[in-house]
């Protein structure tokens, strides 16, 4: 890999015009807080490092019709213009349908710009988030699925066939899931707070894909207070041997920040270096599997403390940039520990019959 090529970072100003009203946590405030965190650590200064980018408006229409019929572009654009909601935790506003045309352009970019070798790795860090909402539902705080539609740009238009979506946010991707699980060339591997636990109440671990689908999708429901060192343990023990066997030819992330301890509507308790291992791991698969081919889309994370930390990290991982974060680790729960160890075990026995462990 030549030492130019830098991490492209995705952002457009217009995604703080998406606004969700007083109190809502999927505020303009996450991006901003994160942002003013990337230029305060200096990193921006080095473009051979990391390099910002904007996305273009074109006629992301096409791409977003790849995953959602016309009538949902149609409901998104209307509800936005007169700033109603899609459900009563998904509001509009007038500045809604551009921000998540331009959220999806962003994702685009970022996907063409790795798999053309002009950037290293790319994270697009866009709102509104994407990975609740399905081919005909917004909903989540989510209204178009950014990453469905850059995995569907990938495998129609470029001729991808095997393409890995990692879900490292703390909510279930209950849309990303709807629209692949009767489909192979995308597997689904999510990690995520207990449905019985948390929104959206899917992602347990007998769902596993139907039809030609079935073994392509990889729900892991964890426990509220699942910290640090179990987290990882779940991911290299049953992540990184189903990835290798799918020998993916690009790895996605969908990357919430939810699951971070301080957040305020989950209950995981991972700190930003949780986040820096995970990508950390995931650069490793890609570099090992698919040339390093690795894409990263924001979903949530609403603590307005622990986003600056974790994004600060993540970017780190993927440059190289040396940023030291400081975020201590809450005392570990030793029930929780042994839980989840059951829970590996359990999701290895119902994917053995598609996977080798
Ligand atoms: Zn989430």
Not at 116 to 129: D, I, Q, T
Request: with cysteine; charged share 20%; proline share 6%.
């Amino acid at each position: 890999m030549p030492q130019d090529i830098a991490t492209s970072l995705i952002y457009h100003p217009k995604y703080l015009e998406h606004d969700t009203g007083r109190g809502h946590p999927e505020s303009r405030y996450r991006l901003e807080v994160m942002m003013k965190a990337i230029k305060e650590s200096g990193m921006l200064d080095h473009e051979n490092i990391i390099r910002l980018l904007q996305p273009v408006m074109g006629s992301p229409e096409n791409a977003i019709l790849r995953v959602h019929p016309k009538s949902h572009i149609e409901f998104v654009k209307r509800i936005s213009a007169n700033g109603s909601s899609a459900d009563p935790d998904t509001p509009a506003s007038p500045g809604t349908y551009e921000a998540a045309l331009l959220a999806v352009e962003g994702i685009i970019l970022a996907g063409d710009k790795v798999i053309n070798g002009e950037a290293k790795n790319a994270y697009a860090m866009v709102r509104p988030p994407g990975h609740h909402a399905n081919a005909t539902s917004a909903r989540g705080f989510c209204f178009f699925n950014n990453i469905a539609i850059l995995a569907e740009h990938l495998h129609q238009e470029k001729g991808f066939n095997r393409i890995l979506i990692l879900d490292c946010d703390c909510h279930h991707g209950n849309g990303t899931q709807d629209i692949f699980y009767d489909k192979q060339h995308v597997l689904y591997i999510s990690f995520h707070q207990d449905g019985r636990t948390l929104y959206p109440g899917t992602g347990f671990q007998d769902e596993v894909g139907e039809g030609e689908g079935e073994g392509y999708t990889v729900n892991v429901p964890l426990p509220p207070l699942t910290n640090h060192e179990s987290y990882l343990k779940a991911v290299r023990e049953i992540a990184v041997p189903i990835a290798e066997q799918y020998k993916p030819q690009i790895l996605l992330v969908s990357n919430g920040f939810d699951a971070h301890h301080l957040d305020p509507i989950s209950s995981l308790q991972l700190t930003a270096d949780t986040y820096r291992e995970v990508i950390k791991i995931a650069m490793q698969l890609a570099n090992d599997l698919c040339g390093g081919k690795l894409v990263i889309t924001l979903e949530g994370g609403y603590s307005l403390e622990a986003l600056p930390k974790c994004i600060l990290s993540v970017l780190s991982q993927l440059s190289g940039f040396k940023i030291e974060v400081k975020d201590p680790q809450p005392s570990p729960d030793e029930r929780v520990k042994d839980y989840v160890d059951r829970l590996i075990r359990e999701v290895k026995r119902i994917q053995s019959d598609y996977w080798q462990f």
